[in-house]
């Protein structure tokens, strides 16, 4: 599980843990019924857009965001006016989970930032505000998306340092995929469709996302030093069309959560 020399599971104190990811990894708080009270769940958001400048002269409507849930919406005016990362740093954490599930978004660029081209982001209309409806769209699957992302990677590995704002925290990377099967409710094993609407018109190949997730993560390993790793194996990568949030290849059934909590040390 792990690759650092530390022998206590990461949860197994209890402290505060910050989730820096996507719903994948929050879920297994809800699975296993754990209370989440010291919980930070950071998600909709990217590296790339995470240590970005906010775009000169978007100002934020005072009303939330049109058809989201509280959640999401608060997730998208983080993401839109950069106050994640001061939030992540002010809660210190004694654990950050990091997933990047919410890295298959494309991103916008320009205007002096990036932001995260999410799904919230376009529902919810606010993708026509100024600046954004000017700005560049970059293809999560492009290199020019890769260079922005190993400088977030940078970005993050220095906040990790000694000095940094997170330097002794204890880092866990949840090497979450794509699946490529779902299981029936008679207990059927059938192949996923090879692609996937990322964003409304917009879809994207499961084995293009998986080669990049496994690039992300070999990245992240190289570049913090004591990361801890929590992977599930293949039988377990599996999508439950029952899913609490619906069916997606990134929406398990129930034994991976079982699987990766255990990993963890997690109590429930």
């Keep these: 599980m792990s690759q650092s020399s530390r022998s206590v599971p990461p949860l197994a104190g209890g402290g505060r843990v910050a989730i820096l990811g996507s719903c994948v990894t929050r879920d297994l708080w809800r699975m296993t019924g754990t209370p989440a009270d010291d919980l930070l769940y950071i998600s909709r958001t990217r590296l790339p857009s995470l240590f970005a400048a906010r775009p000169q002269g978007m100002v934020l409507p005072d009303s939330p965001p049109p058809g989201l849930r509280p959640n999401p919406a608060q997730a998208l005016r983080a993401d839109l006016s950069k106050t994640a990362l001061a939030r992540l740093a002010a809660f210190r954490p004694d654990v950050v989970i990091l997933d990047f599930i919410d890295e298959r978004f494309d991103l916008l660029v320009g205007a002096g930032g990036v932001v995260t081209a999410s799904w919230e982001l376009e529902t919810s209309g606010w993708d026509a505000l100024l600046p954004l409806e000017a700005l560049r769209r970059v293809d999560a699957l492009s290199a020019a998306d890769a260079t922005l992302w190993r400088r977030g990677l940078d970005a993050l590995a220095t906040l990790c340092a000694p000095g940094g704002a997170l330097s002794g925290t204890r880092l866990v990377l949840h090497e979450a995929r794509w699946s490529n099967a779902l299981q029936t409710p008679s207990g059927r094993i059938e192949a996923l469709d090879p692609d996937l609407e990322i964003t409304p018109g917009r879809r994207a190949s499961r084995v293009a996302h998986n080669a990049r997730l496994g690039r992300m993560h070999a990245a992240t390993r190289a570049a913090l030093p004591g990361l801890e790793v929590v992977k599930a194996?293949?039988?377990?990568?599996?999508?439950?069309?029952?899913?609490?949030?619906?069916?997606?290849?990134?929406?398990?059934?129930?034994?991976?959560?079982?699987?990766?909590?255990r990993q963890l040390g997690g109590r429930s």
């Design 233 to 261: 194996l293949d039988s377990l990568i599996v999508s439950d069309p029952d899913h609490i949030w619906g069916p997606s290849p990134f929406h398990y059934i129930p034994d991976y959560y079982a699987e990766i909590w």
